[in-house]
């Protein structure tokens, strides 16, 4: 018994696909068209094919010209796969950056990637003809998420959620140094020894800790944040790095600048990984500076590269688009987010970051900052069934220990439960 065309059609659209456009070039330009049918064949040689209908203008003279190239689209692209798929009149290849490879074939140069290729093989395939080409250049032009082809329908990428989620505190120390120093009532202070209790608590509970450089190095080499053992510092200088011993074991926080790739090369000489901050990165305005700041940090040898959340409250759908591009650029880096609370968007934001392939959170106990909250953060991990090697029982005791210190309620939602 027979499968009619419109049943095979609809099964095959089960299957998600990339979504690429196929050029060749012939004496009276180029021409290319929309296309799901490709596939890897060999590396050695470097193999690839095309299935192409054999009725189409394309197929003719792909098989005239023994050349062709595909240019793989990203997520913001489908106009131009609409406009090779015949949906839109007008030239093709007009308003978009196409130039010829080394074969003469057109390739995008804002696509994900493109190849050029000499036909090496065609093959009867019904309809169609399975054109095997031989890669002859390639190129990654961009990262950032595809184009798909899922059901007759363009999308994007289906935003697993990770396996596990770690968090950092980078505020708290900061907080509690200012209550140190508050000149008001006593209720409104805190002593060394609470904040010092305090910050042992969490380091425990398995939280890095920013903390404050000294005024200078510790005996014996090690560096301390006030009472309790840094976690990572934050320098904006070679002098203050030169405060860090070398192969302390300490994570060197560098804020994106004009210096900032010189300061990370300059950690990494002492022994030290070092974490690339882009302040306000979430701001309309900043999408091709925050991309380039990322890969400079990513040049400089950042070991982890953090995206900073501005005064101005981000929405999840710019979360979304500067975190798929950004985690695209930096694999296989670590990328962590500090998020602010703003309205409950807060945790919103943190379920946008997981579902873009974010696993590290910046945070601070109980948001006492104005971050998003460590216990919330780890709260929505339990309630995803996200792991997290953090002890949540234990931080979760940490936070009521500050909320009785801070004498008053903290800004935190989640501070109460425990795992």
């Given amino acids: 018994?027979?499968?009619?065309?419109?049943?095979?059609?609809?099964?095959?659209?089960?299957?998600?696909?990339?979504?690429?456009?196929?050029?060749?070039?012939?004496?009276?330009?180029?021409?290319?068209?929309?296309?799901?049918?490709?596939?890897?064949?060999?590396?050695?040689?470097?193999?690839?094919?095309?299935?192409?209908?054999?009725?189409?203008?394309?197929?003719?003279?792909?098989?005239?010209?023994?050349?062709f190239a595909v240019s793989f689209l990203g997520k913001d692209q489908a106009a131009i796969g609409h406009r090779f798929a015949g949906r839109e009149p007008g030239d093709r290849f007009a308003g978009q950056p196409w130039a010829a490879a080394p074969t003469g074939a057109p390739v995008l140069g804002a696509a994900l990637g493109w190849l050029d290729c000499r036909v090496a093989h065609a093959y009867p395939g019904g309809d169609h003809t399975i054109f095997v080409g031989e890669v002859t250049a390639a190129r990654v032009p961009r990262r950032t998420a595809p184009l798909l082809f899922h059901s007759r329908t363009w999308g994007q990428l289906a935003d697993p959620l990770p396996d596990t989620v770690g968090i950092a505190d980078t505020g708290l120390a900061a907080a509690l140094h200012r209550r140190l120093r508050a000149h008001g009532t006593a209720a409104s202070r805190v002593s060394p020894a609470e904040a010092a209790r305090l910050l042992a608590s969490v380091r425990d509970a398995g939280v890095r800790l920013r903390g404050p450089l000294p005024a200078g190095p510790a005996p014996g080499g090690s560096v301390t944040a006030g009472p309790f053992p840094a976690g990572s510092v934050l320098v904006e200088d070679e002098t203050r790095l030169a405060l860090v011993p070398p192969g302390a074991g300490l994570v060197v926080e560098v804020v994106d600048g004009p210096c900032a790739p010189d300061l990370v090369r300059a950690a990494r000489l002492r022994g030290l990984a070092a974490v690339g901050r882009v302040p306000d990165a979430f701001r309309a305005d900043r999408h091709a500076a925050v991309l380039a700041a990322v890969d400079r940090f990513a040049e400089a040898g950042c070991a982890e590269i953090a995206l900073d959340e501005g005064p101005a409250a981000a929405s999840p759908l710019r979360v979304r688009d500067v975190l798929q591009d950004a985690v695209a650029r930096t694999r296989p880096l670590t990328q962590r987010v500090r998020l602010r609370e703003s309205r409950g968007l807060g945790l919103v934001n943190a379920l946008t970051a997981m579902k873009s392939g974010v696993r590290h959170f910046d945070v601070t106990l109980g948001g006492v900052d104005g971050g998003l909250c460590a216990e919330d953060v780890l709260f929505l991990a339990a309630q995803l069934e996200v792991a997290t090697p953090i002890d949540r029982a234990a931080l979760a005791a940490a936070s009521a220990d500050l909320e009785a210190i801070w004498g008053a309620a903290l800004p935190g939602r989640a501070h109460r439960v425990a795992s």
Avoid: K, N, Y
Wanted: proline share 4%; hydrophobic share 45%; aromatic share 6%.
């Fill in 1 to 67: 018994m027979g499968v009619d065309a419109e049943t095979f059609r609809t099964v095959l659209g089960q299957w998600p696909t990339g979504v690429a456009v196929v050029t060749t070039t012939a004496g009276d330009g180029w021409h290319g068209m929309t296309a799901s049918s490709f596939s890897s064949v060999s590396l050695d040689p470097p193999l690839v094919l095309v299935c192409l209908a054999r009725d189409i203008h394309t197929h003719a003279l792909v098989e005239r010209s023994g050349i």
